[in-house]
């Protein structure tokens, strides 16, 4: 994912060679293992591993919108057990598993296009400070979660 899309900035004149990159990562193994650091460097992207139990600061699915779908997927399976032909089938066990998947893959994708309405999927993404500017005119909408009224993140250049 990271190689194409340098590649493609690379390609497009947006960015040059000599170009460096900030990659926060959480702390799984494989974003330990020294071929895959080796690769980073080799492409210019300087890894920050955040602290453990952190990402849910600054991704923007952990933020939010991962929330929101598990509580979109409980009202329409609260919805679908009100009808007792349902709860019967849950009780008695006489769902197959591929019946279970089928309508759990359909909860999904419903919960889905509803946590993705409206402006709500931009606010995930820009509390998480993931769209920051530049020129930092958007940075006063990073609402890290925990931080004290009044707050200001300073986001400082990351130079060489």
Request: hydrophobic fraction near 35%.
């Given at each position: 994912?990271?190689?194409?899309?340098?590649?493609?900035?690379?390609?497009?004149?947006?960015?040059?060679?000599?170009s460096r990159y900030l990659l926060f990562q959480d702390n799984l193994d494989?974003?330990?293992?020294?071929?895959?650091?080796?690769?980073?460097?080799?492409?210019?992207v300087d890894?920050?591993?955040?602290?453990?139990?952190?990402?849910?600061?600054?991704?923007?699915?952990?933020?939010g919108l991962g929330r929101h779908i598990k509580i979109y997927v409980g009202q329409l399976m609260d919805e679908w057990l009100d009808d007792?032909?349902?709860l019967e089938k849950l009780e008695s066990n006489t769902l197959t598993a591929?019946?279970?998947?089928?309508?759990?893959?359909?909860?999904?994708?419903?919960?889905?296009?509803?946590?993705?309405?409206?402006d709500a999927k931009r606010k995930?993404?820009?509390h998480a400070?993931?769209?920051?500017?530049?020129d930092g005119s958007d940075d006063d909408k990073i609402k890290f979660e925990g931080t004290p009224p009044?707050?200001?993140i300073v986001v400082m250049p990351y130079l060489y």
């Open positions: 994912v990271i190689k194409p899309f340098i590649e493609a900035e690379r390609a497009a004149g947006v960015a040059k060679d000599t494989a974003q330990k293992q020294p071929e895959y650091i080796k690769f980073l460097q080799d492409w210019g890894d920050h591993k955040l602290p453990p139990n952190e990402t849910d600061q600054v991704q923007p699915i952990d933020r007792e032909d349902n591929s019946d279970r998947r089928i309508l759990l893959a359909n909860w999904y994708y419903k919960a889905t296009l509803k946590a993705l309405e409206g995930y993404f820009e400070g993931a769209l920051l500017t530049a009044g707050y200001k």
